[in-house]
């Protein structure tokens, strides 16, 4: 079955730029999924951050979407996260996940902890 | 955005009791509903998606229930294993949000 792992940075100065990606295997990054990614501050909990389908579609959380991009790679079938202007409040283990049915996630990395600090 | 209320925020049990966790949505979801089991230091995982299917590998002492705004998550009989924290989630309208989560503690 599908497997996904994060791979990124544990630590990243304020203000600037957190890059992760998600890489996938035991499955195609071109299958018609949604490809999501899912952050949890520490002792807090999930939070939504944004997807991505086939084709380039994304949809992204309000709260962050001045400040995020999503997009794949399809060459080394994994997708990736973009984040800057970092803050202490972007501290967060931060999940790669893919759908099930309905909306749901089926399938999640096992999280990456980024934290924010000079 | 949809706010998702989970109640009670924890909750202590033994094993072999029932328990139910609640979900309340801040507007009408349909059946959009799923449910994650965390144990500490590890990845969410899928329970219960549109609010009743049960994921594969589930056990089946897992079931969920509900329509429109409210919404239970029952185990009909705690294991060892199920002491963990429970999120719910609404897929109904981006973007997605989740419960504030319910420990299950022995």
């Known amino acids: 079955q599908v497997q996904l792992q994060e791979s990124g940075p544990g630590l990243v100065k304020p203000s600037g730029t957190l890059s992760l990606t998600c890489i996938v295997s035991?499955?195609?990054?071109?299958?018609?999924?949604?490809w999501t990614w899912v952050r949890q501050a520490p002792g807090k909990g999930l939070e939504w951050i944004g997807e991505?389908?086939?084709?380039?579609?994304?949809n992204y959380n309000p709260s962050l979407k001045s400040r995020l991009t999503i997009s794949f790679d399809k060459s080394k079938n994994e997708f990736s996260l973009k984040l800057k202007s970092l803050t202490a409040a972007d501290t967060a283990v931060y999940y790669c996940?893919?759908?099930?049915?309905?909306?749901?996630?089926?399938?999640w990395g096992q999280g990456t902890l980024v934290t924010v600090s000079s | 955005d949809i706010q998702m209320t989970q109640s009670p925020s924890s909750l202590s049990a033994s094993v072999g009791d029932r328990v139910t966790i609640t979900c309340r949505a801040s507007?009408?979801?349909?059946?959009?509903l799923n449910w994650y089991q965390q144990r500490p230091g590890e990845a969410p995982q899928l329970l219960i998606y549109?609010?009743?299917n049960l994921y594969s590998g589930v056990p089946s002492r897992f079931s969920g229930s509900g329509s429109g705004t409210d919404f239970t998550l029952t185990i009909s009989s705690l294991q060892p294993e199920d002491f963990a924290t429970y999120h719910c989630?609404?897929?109904?309208?981006?973007?997605?949000?989740f419960g504030q989560g319910t420990k299950v503690e022995i």
């Open positions: 996940a893919r759908d099930h049915s309905s909306g749901s996630s089926g399938y």
């Open positions: 035991s499955g195609s990054i071109s299958s018609r999924n949604w």
């Open positions: 991505i389908y086939d084709g380039g579609i994304t």
């Open positions: 507007q009408a979801i349909s059946n959009y």
């Open positions: 549109a609010s009743f």
């Open positions: 989630q609404q897929s109904y309208s981006k973007p997605y949000t």
